[in-house]
């Protein structure tokens, strides 16, 4: 018995010795570098270590894994917000899920971010392409290291458990948004038990490190190291046959743009065959630890003779296209040369397809055309065998010159066959992120519920604010006015919200928001919405109220022909401006603004036949403007048309091709919706008609209605840079009750418009 106790005392003791022996070998692991959004440490059990024999200052860590939690409302990735960690390594802040829901968010980050058991985290309200700051809660903020949970010293779990932190604008108005600031700081203390490991974080992404500590050297070697090869130099001018390449290890991933279009690595370019000019090559390198680098390359194609084949072709023109998923076959065969170059009409993109014989002694074409500045265009062929289009040749137009877009395909031909004919298509696309917003026009609606306020308690603090409101608005207006910044505002309606107390309601409106705006002649134009006119149910029982049953005596009192009949843009109206036409020339090309107030000849309809017919006689006697429609009904909330607006489509809409744009309120929300309008019947598509709703009545405490609609008028990229602004809240972020996806997705957007009257987004004059 004593025996088999002594042996099992001896494997007791032999067990212990195994796992002692096995933690000296561990720690003969001295070193590791860890990796993990673009950042490198190095963790180790040594305090004095050399990088490439310079001490490197090291400080107490861990080497357990460290995440970052916190929860987000509204943040929107439309923002450059970030999270900066230890007040130097920037991080995106993106949204963790639903827009207008709580939602959790979850960063990992390298251990040797805790420094001598501290961290720090700086999350920051970022801009927009416009300049607005984003307004957005976080709460919940922790860390977590192996598994236990950590509260900061600022917000601890006691005290801010689900409690929101509001990040934006410091700068809002304090009595509605209070609280907001544009950085909020938070830092960690972290026990001592965690505080296993001295470390560094790594300045440099480099190949491999050598580390010397206790007289040895370690040489690690670097997985996160971007490892790549261009084959093209900076302000390389060159003139002879070249293939694009990019070579890079396996832990490297790559993108490459040529002018901002993506193009597939060991693209030829052919002596002759190519696009004359200067041309921009960006490489994006990436891998999986979030090391990015982005290699811009400016570089010149330059041939002296470019190859004439003269190919039999055949042009197809496409009209206007909302994408490029369209059958090749689908456009309309049509003739150009270099006296009739063939124009595609203006739109988002601008395509032109060619069809030539498959010849085996003409393996090379030439596009030549022209288009508008800073536009990109690409020619893609079609590769037959893997059934897709190749962008081959870009070039990014600085002005209208005449360029040439080419290609060799004479390697691996036969791929290109389409029953013995080649297909390739040329592409003009404005890509340019950065807009230039010269002038804007705004767009007001729906502002009743600030007027009723005004004129149930005016000397109350309700009361006040809501002056405070439109008088904001009205400054705001001005100011711009004066500033040279804002030509034109559209009203579209409901100025006040009952006919009941209209005698005040009509009189405070005209003194907090109209008058100082005629006083100071400002641009602007009004429609009647329902509760301007008594078009609503308390007036008649609950019935519809049809045109004998509407009130437009205090309309006419206070916003009737007389009160604007003397602006030289006025032109035009119907029944003491219950409808009317405005007329401005803007950047040289003639602006019809065509109201059309409140009415009902028919049930469920609320513009009357009457106005129509009024609109009609002014549309045809300016046949050559652009006629931008407004309507208090028009669109709903969710991208569809209303059945007013259905009405007013078919009547006017489809039948008039100068209508361009359509502006509407009185439902709440905001949505838009573009309709591509075939006006000669040949099959193609010559219009978009962009339609939108921007009405905020009942949303942020019924002051949303001071959120203007601003367009602005980018003249060097040819494109409306729509978003919202209120100079009540001083603010950009609409905070609203419901729909907040489709809210959100128009609060600042982008919608391409020939500003500039050019007519086509290309210029063709054939293939050679």
């Not at 074409?365 to 065998?385: A, D, H």
């Not at 009024?614 to 991208?639: R, W």
């Amino acid at each position: 018995m004593f025996k088999s106790i002594a042996n099992k005392f001896n494997i007791i003791v032999l067990f212990f010795l195994v796992i002692i022996l096995v933690s000296c070998n561990a720690k003969e692991v001295q070193f590791e570098l860890v990796y993990g959004n673009g950042q490198i440490g190095i963790v180790s059990s040594y305090d004095d270590i050399k990088l490439n024999d310079e001490k490197l200052s090291v400080y107490k860590t861990t080497n357990e894994k460290v995440s970052i939690h916190f929860e987000s409302q509204y943040l929107d990735d439309g923002y450059q917000n970030i999270l900066l960690i230890n007040e130097n390594h920037p991080l995106e802040l993106k949204r963790g899920g639903d827009y207008e829901l709580f939602t959790k968010t979850k960063y990992e980050i390298i251990s040797p971010n805790i420094i001598n058991g501290s961290l720090t985290l700086n999350f920051i309200s970022g801009t927009n392409a416009v300049g607005t700051y984003d307004n957005f809660f976080i709460r919940n903020i922790f860390i977590v290291i192996n598994n236990e949970q950590i509260w900061s010293n600022e917000y601890s779990e006691d005290e801010y458990l689900n409690e929101s932190l509001k990040m934006g604008n410091d700068d809002l108005r304090s009595e509605f948004r209070f609280g907001y600031q544009q950085n909020i700081q938070v830092t960690f203390d972290i026990p001592d038990k965690h505080l296993n490991r001295y470390g560094a974080l790594l300045s440099n992404n480099e190949e491999s490190f050598s580390f010397n500590a206790n007289g040895k050297t370690y040489d690690i070697t670097n997985q996160a190291y971007l490892k790549y090869d261009i084959n093209i130099n900076d302000n390389e001018v060159i003139n002879e046959t070249k293939t694009i390449t990019v070579t890079n290890d396996t832990n490297t991933k790559h993108q490459i743009y040529l002018d901002g279009i993506e193009i597939e690595n060991n693209l030829k370019l052919t002596k002759g065959a190519w696009s004359n000019g200067e041309h921009k090559l960006n490489v994006v390198l990436y891998n999986d630890f979030g090391f990015k680098e982005i290699k811009e390359i400016e570089f010149e194609l330059e041939a002296t003779d470019l190859i004439e084949n003269n190919h039999n072709y055949t042009a197809y023109n496409y009209g206007i296209i909302s994408n490029l998923n369209i059958d090749f076959k689908s456009g309309k065969e049509v003739s150009l040369s270099d006296e009739n170059p063939f124009l595609t009409p203006f739109g988002e993109y601008g395509m032109i397809g060619f069809e030539i014989d498959y010849n085996l002694d003409k393996l090379q074409f030439n596009y030549e055309g022209t288009s508008l500045p800073n536009r990109s265009i690409y020619l893609q062929i079609y590769n037959n065998e893997n059934k897709v289009w190749q962008t081959v040749s870009t070039y990014i137009t600085p002005n209208d010159a005449l360029f040439n877009l080419g290609y060799d395909f004479s390697e691996n031909s036969n791929q290109y066959n389409v029953e013995n004919k080649v297909r390739f298509r040329v592409v003009s696309v404005n890509l340019e992120k950065l807009s230039t917003v010269s002038e804007y026009l705004y767009h007001l609606t729906d502002i009743q519920y600030i007027t009723q306020k005004i004129a149930k308690a005016e000397d109350s603090s309700i009361g006040k604010a809501a002056i405070d409101a439109l008088t904001k608005m009205q400054e705001y207006i001005i100011g711009e006015t004066n500033n040279n910044k804002l030509i034109y505002s559209m009203m579209t309606g409901d100025f006040t919200q009952t006919l009941n107390n209209a005698e005040v309601e009509y009189e405070k409106v005209m003194q907090y928001l109209f008058n100082p705006l005629l006083e100071n002649n400002i641009a602007f134009g009004v429609l009647s919405g329902n509760h301007d006119v008594g078009g609503v149910s308390e007036n008649i029982n609950g019935a519809q109220a049809l045109d004998e049953d509407l009130i437009y005596e205090y309309w006419n009192a206070n916003l009737g022909e007389n009160v604007f009949s003397h602006n030289d843009f006025y032109k035009s109206n119907y029944d003491n401006n219950r409808s009317h036409h405005d007329r401005l020339n803007i950047n040289g090309l003639n602006y019809s603004f065509l109201y059309l107030g409140w009415g009902s000849s028919i049930k469920g309809i609320n513009v009357s036949i009457l106005d129509i017919n009024y609109a009609k006689t002014v549309l045809e006697q300016y046949p050559d403007d652009i006629f931008v429609l407004l309507s208090h009904n028009y669109m709903g909330g969710s991208g569809l048309r209303s059945s007013t607006g259905e009405y007013v489509y078919n009547l006017l809409v489809k039948t008039y091709p100068q209508i361009k744009l359509v502006i509407s309120g009185h439902i709440n929300g905001s949505s838009s919706r573009i309709d591509y309008l075939d006006d000669d019947n040949d099959g193609l598509y010559d219009r978009r008609v962009f339609q939108f709703l921007t009405n905020f009545q009942e949303e942020d405490s019924l002051y949303g209605a001071s959120f203007i609609r601003r367009m602005g008028l980018d003249y060097e990229n040819n494109r409306f840079v729509f978003d919202l602004y209120s100079p009540f809240y001083n603010s950009s972020d609409i905070y609203v009750a419901s729909k907040h996806k489709i809210v959100n997705e128009h609060k600042l957007f982008k919608y391409d418009f020939d500003l500039s009257g050019n007519g086509f987004s290309l210029k063709s004059y054939g293939v050679k």
